[in-house]
């Protein structure tokens, strides 16, 4: 069977600890828009982000400030006024922030092969764009078949929505060749729940032993080892 039969490959990168960090900008983003929309301070909140969605996150911060009863009531103002504060910061992000290693090598690398490249992201689909046009990854990642927070707060449920969006514009995707990319082992539920393959790579938060655990195909410590990193997630 040919691999044009067969249907084209996806990869599917998380955004925050695997293709870039952005510093200090979306702690600080998040936290003041809290505090904006239900007036009280946010930025102890403890909450960690790691692999969660931007609605995800909103939750638990307002559970932490013991408002678990005005989610429904607050939280699309919350995301909106994260969203404004986010895009007023992309100027410090990319101050701050940088792109991990091998990230744009193996980005144009597996462009070379032939593979659809998105995201599949807690972000909602506004503060990605921010994130990686911060970056200039957007010549590699066709966002419009992205997966995001905004479109389901439960991360599980991205993966068949990216590959319904992938389908529809590029044709049949092999699923088989199809891997979510990321960095804490949300990333590893994810694409299990999606029937796909996973990378993990150990350049976020998450220590290396919880992603050794969390039953991806590979856990590498970086993305830095390029030809290598595309013979595995190309091979048939």
């Not at 419009?144 to 514009?169: H, I, K, M, Y």
């Not at 993990?200 to 830095?224: E, F, K």
Request: a negative charge; one cysteine or more; glycine letters at 10%.
């Amino acid at each position: 069977m040919t691999r044009a039969s067969q249907g084209k490959r996806l990869i599917l990168w998380d955004i925050d600890g695997t293709l870039l960090r952005g510093g200090s900008v979306a702690g600080t983003a998040f936290a003041a828009a809290v505090e904006t929309v239900v007036g009280k301070p946010a930025a102890d909140h403890g909450v960690p982000f790691g692999g969660k969605t931007d609605p995800q996150i909103v939750r638990e911060i307002l559970a932490v400030l013991d408002l678990h009863d005005q989610v429904d009531l607050h939280a699309a103002s919350i995301i909106a006024e994260l969203e404004r504060g986010l895009a007023a910061g992309r100027d410090q992000m990319r101050a701050e922030g940088f792109v991990l290693p091998g990230v744009p090598e193996l980005l144009e690398a597996l462009r070379d092969a032939g593979a659809i490249q998105t995201v599949l992201t807690g972000n909602t689909a506004a503060n990605a764009a921010v994130k990686i046009d911060a970056f200039e990854l957007r010549p590699w990642l066709d966002l419009e078949v992205g997966a995001f927070g905004s479109d389901n707060p439960d991360r599980n449920q991205l993966v068949p929505l990216a590959l319904e969006r992938a389908t529809a514009r590029y044709g049949a995707v092999d699923r088989r060749h199809t891997w979510v990319i990321g960095d804490t082992p949300f990333d590893a539920a994810c694409a299990q729940a999606g029937g796909v393959r996973c990378l993990l790579v150990a350049t976020g938060h998450s220590p290396r032993a919880d992603l050794d655990a969390a039953g991806a195909d590979r856990v590498l410590d970086d993305l830095s080892a390029t030809a290598d990193v595309v013979e595995y997630l190309t091979a048939d």
